[in-house]
């Protein structure tokens, strides 16, 4: 699987972003899909996940009630659809794609392929 992560840009604090994920391959469905995050000088924290077929969706404290992922298994893409943004958001996101079963998966080691990040600042 190969993964492309676009989207990212600056914003205003309060404002919105929608990230978005294509992956390749006929196998997407099979994965579970997560969100990371890595600011400046941190190490990179998961953000929220997706399960194979879309039904059940997990988030970090952080940024629940502010930030919903979806996913289109037809078109094999997944959305991180991020509203209320605060400075502390500011960082290069990341896409990932994990073939474990256990739902959610928020450590970074399951996940075998991933994106190549994208970047989101939030101004004050």
């Known amino acids: 699987v190969q993964l492309q992560a676009s989207g990212g840009g600056l914003v205003q604090t309060g404002g919105s972003l929608t990230l978005s994920c294509e992956a390749s391959?006929?196998?997407?469905?099979?994965?579970?899909m997560g969100w990371f995050r890595q600011a400046p000088g941190k190490e990179r924290e998961y953000v929220g996940g997706?399960?194979?077929?879309?039904?059940?969706?997990d988030y970090a404290d952080s940024v629940k009630e502010r930030f919903t992922i979806s996913r289109d298994n037809y078109k094999n893409t997944v959305h991180l659809e991020m509203n209320s943004l605060k400075p502390e958001d500011t960082a290069v996101y990341y896409c990932?794609?994990?073939?474990?079963?256990?739902?959610?998966?928020?450590?970074?080691?399951?996940?075998?392929?991933w994106g190549q990040g994208t970047e989101v600042t939030v101004s004050s």
């Open positions: 990932a794609a994990s073939p474990l079963s256990r739902f959610p998966t928020r450590d970074t080691t399951p996940y075998d392929y």
């Open positions: 391959g006929r196998t997407f469905r099979s994965y579970i």
């Open positions: 997706i399960s194979q077929h879309g039904i059940i969706t």
